[in-house]
């Protein structure tokens, strides 16, 4: 019989994947560390017990949990054997792609833990691809919005140089968040430019390019990366001070500490015992590249999104003639317009962003029910359509609308499913969860890479100033400050994207008539809009002195501030807005010195009264 002290249970991730077949597939997750969800633990850490405590003294709370893992007696009948020096790392981490490759970067940028610590980067897949991507070919469908923080801290350590900078596009300007529930009401909010980007679209790949080149310039004999390798057992050591793990049949490697970056299904935070919470939002993301012609009289730098009942619409710039869409949509609709030939989902598309919704929605009738046939509606058939449909006439003034597409690659239309869901925490025995793993989001901010990175950007921090004060880089109390600077950021910015989804996608009369007011208000009001774009991404200030070039610096509103962890964006804004008392008292004194003006002269002269004060 181990003793309690020992800890080091097996939690043999192949074998705990049988028991699960009950529960059904789980799809996704890192190919470093893929396997079934186990169903439960195979001892009690004091994590779980913490967990359990929760639970039975907060059974008030009601929770859908994305996954939930239970107590299990059972050991495994292998003991980990010994592990030479050369097998023995500070910090290991599992997963390969935007998470895991970017701490690897940002424990290289930082110089104490560049000189003294070792560390192993595991990848189930290769890495060759990406290794060798050239930045020619079509467009990927993978496609993420980096904020201007992000940027600014990705050029710190090195990696933006390595971008391939004509895959990457500024987004200048947002025409954003418009919706029309009716004929005569046509909300919007455009916001303008700054003079200069508030963010960037770029491929996935393009990004994994850049920071695998940043680890081949400066990883040395710091870190070592081993892909097609896939870890089928993780065991705690004696003691509590490390975790081994099995790579493949019979290689064993040690470390201090594992980090997961290994996907939304994270084995990690499985063998962690860390529960995540959340729900599905019974929407499936439909992605594919735009061809279109170049905008004849301003640059392709915008980006565009329609809130529809179905969920919101988005158009974002990739280059002078080509753009990523993310549909999100209905299960069904998506099922059917993946089976529309690339000419037909051409034509949805331009009807998506042009047609009002009551047309599109018996358009999309006539689309559900010729696939539930079996006979997916023609290009032809569509256009046909869309001369007999009903249209009421429109009494406001017509939105800008994106370049209409001309072609949509048939590779490049895919589809995923969307959820919420957030660990319950970050930090387990010697593990600690980063980007997806950690926490997923609706895409409708575009904020689950920057979130991701901003994760890894805390959490090289917090151990370089363990590592300069020789703490333990494994141990809870060295890790603390992680959970305590990004779990609460985290948090809200899904609360506040969570709530922003059932809001613009709701189409009861009180609510169409608050979310229209609030979005005519905030369109009038250029101050507010600063205040929305100020959040962190757009870099847009307000209540400040002019800045002169020198002061300037692309990501920060002065050149001497810090960069504090925080994804951008107008989400962003509303959600320190929410939590932050001093953002509060603002917005209130701000309210209160408006009333008056809004009341007597309206929106535009408050807006006016606004900007000279």
Request: glycine fraction near 10%.
């Amino acid at each position: 019989m181990k003793s309690a002290r020992q800890l080091h249970v097996a939690r043999s991730l192949s074998r705990l994947g049988e028991s699960s077949a009950s529960r059904g597939p789980i799809l996704g997750g890192s190919a470093a560390l893929r396997s079934t969800a186990p169903p439960g633990l195979l001892r009690t850490t004091p994590t779980r017990q913490r967990l359990a405590q929760r639970h039975s003294t907060s059974l008030s709370l009601q929770r859908s949990y994305a996954t939930h893992t239970t107590p299990s007696p059972e050991e495994s009948s292998s003991s980990i054997p010994d592990i030479s020096p050369e097998n023995t790392y500070d910090i290991v981490i599992i997963g390969g792609a935007n998470a895991g490759l970017a701490l690897a970067c940002a424990l290289l940028a930082k110089p104490t833990l560049k000189e003294t610590a070792r560390i192993l980067l595991i990848e189930g897949g290769s890495l060759e691809r990406v290794r060798t991507w050239t930045g020619e070919g079509p467009w990927e469908n993978r496609v993420s919005s980096l904020t201007a923080e992000n940027i600014a801290w990705l050029d710190s350590i090195g990696v933006w140089q390595n971008i391939i900078d004509k895959r990457s596009c500024p987004v200048e300007e947002m025409i954003s968040v418009w919706a029309n529930p009716s004929p005569d009401s046509t909300p919007s909010i455009h916001f303008p430019p700054l003079g200069r980007p508030m963010a960037r679209m770029t491929e996935n790949t393009n990004l994994q390019h850049a920071l695998l080149k940043r680890i081949d310039q400066v990883g040395g004999e710091t870190l070592t990366i081993r892909e097609n390798s896939r870890v089928s057992e993780m065991q705690l050591g004696p003691g509590g001070r490390w975790v081994g793990l099995r790579i493949g049949e019979d290689a064993w490697v040690r470390g201090s500490v594992v980090v997961g970056a290994d996907g939304p299904n994270s084995p990690v935070r499985h063998f962690s015992g860390i529960d995540s919470y959340g729900h599905g939002y019974e929407t499936h993301a439909v992605v594919a590249t735009l061809e279109h012609d170049a905008p004849t009289v301003y640059p392709n730098n915008t980006a565009f999104q329609r809130f529809l009942p179905t969920g919101p619409l988005a158009f974002l710039p990739l280059s002078p003639t080509a753009s990523t869409m993310v549909w999100s949509t209905r299960p069904d609709h998506a099922a059917a317009y993946k089976r529309l030939s690339p000419e037909a989902l051409t034509v949805m598309v331009n009807a998506g962003f042009s047609l009002q919704e009551q047309p599109l929605g018996l358009l999309n009738a006539q689309v559900l029910g010729a696939d539930a046939s079996g006979t997916p509606l023609t290009a032809e058939d569509i256009s046909a359509m869309l001369h007999t449909l009903p249209m009421p006439p429109v009494t406001t003034e017509p939105v800008v609308l994106p370049q209409r597409v001309r072609s949509i690659p048939a590779k490049s239309i895919a589809s995923f499913p969307l959820r919420l869901s957030h660990a319950e925490e970050y930090l387990g025995d010697r593990t600690v969860l980063v980007g997806d793993a950690a926490h997923t989001i609706h895409p409708l901010a575009g904020q689950g890479l920057n979130m991701g990175l901003a994760d890894v950007r805390v959490l090289a921090d917090v151990w370089e100033s363990a590592r300069q004060t020789g703490g333990d880089l494994g141990s809870l109390t060295s890790m603390a400050d992680y959970p305590r600077i990004r779990y609460p950021a985290n948090h809200l910015m899904l609360s506040t994207t969570d709530k922003l989804h059932y809001i613009f996608r709701n189409r009861v009369g009180p609510i169409n008539w608050v979310r229209g007011v609030g979005m005519d208000v905030i369109n009038e009001l250029g101050p507010i809009k600063k205040v929305l774009m100020g959040g962190a991404g757009a870099g847009a200030g307000m209540g400040q002195k002019r800045r002169t070039e020198k002061e300037r610096e692309f990501g920060r509103a002065y050149a001497e501030d810090p960069l504090d962890g925080r994804v951008g964006g107008w989400p962003s804004a509303v959600a320190d807005g929410m939590e932050g008392w001093r953002s509060l008292k603002g917005a209130l004194g701000m309210a209160a010195g408006m009333a008056g003006d809004v009341a007597r002269n309206g929106l535009r002269r408050a807006a006016d009264a606004l900007e000279k004060r």
